[in-house]
């Protein structure tokens, strides 16, 4: 054996070890229990409005934090229909950047979510201080669920789904989203 067979030899099994160190695989023979699903999506906020979403499914269209709504419909109720998840480059411009005024709370909000008739309303209480307290003012909306970071609210009263709006299927998520469907 050369000196550089076996630096690389040596090498490659450091990697290997590491690999299945870290690995669930790997964490039985060294004492390592599983995580929590507070400590893998780092608080139980979301997990929270997840576990609220699968008890209490939506009857309608889900409007949720980009970050969160791929989470809502893998975990979530299992027909979720989100109104927008992270495969944004698969959705028409105008529904994206409707999308975006909702979630930023801009001049009309309100009207946005009537179009596309979003029966309930997720937000980030710490990225979406403004949307939180408007709706909260709205008449038309009711507080469902709230945790220390998520806000969750559903229409006072039903609305109308328009038949150009009705969902389709997301394959590439699994989940029922109504970009796709548009």
């Known amino acids: 054996l050369t000196p550089h067979s076996f630096a690389f030899t040596l090498l490659c099994g ?67 229909s989100m109104l927008m998840t992270s495969n944004v480059q698969w959705v028409p411009r105008r529904i994206w950047s409707d999308y975006r005024r909702m979630s930023a709370c801009e001049e009309r909000w309100q009207l946005g979510m009537d179009r596309y008739a979003v029966e309930t309303l997720v937000i980030d209480k710490k990225e979406q201080a403004s949307l939180a307290k408007a709706a909260l003012r709205s008449s038309k909306w009711q507080v469902a669920y709230e945790n220390e970071g998520a806000l969750i609210l559903r229409r006072a009263e039903a609305v109308r789904r328009p038949p150009a709006l009705r969902g389709g299927t997301n394959r590439r998520v699994g989940a029922r989203t109504h970009a796709f469907g548009a």
């Not at 999506?41 to 699968?54: K, T």
């Not at 209490?56 to 809502?72: E, K, M, T, V």
């Open 14 to 80: 450091l990697v290997v070890f590491c690999s299945f160190r870290l690995s669930p695989i790997g964490w039985e023979p060294f004492g390592k229990t599983e995580r929590k699903m507070e400590q893998l999506l780092g608080s139980a906020d979301l997990w929270g409005a997840a576990e609220y979403l699968r008890r209490q499914p939506s009857r309608g269209l889900i409007h949720a934090p980009l970050g969160w709504a791929d989470y809502f419909a893998w975990h979530g109720a299992p027909d979720a």
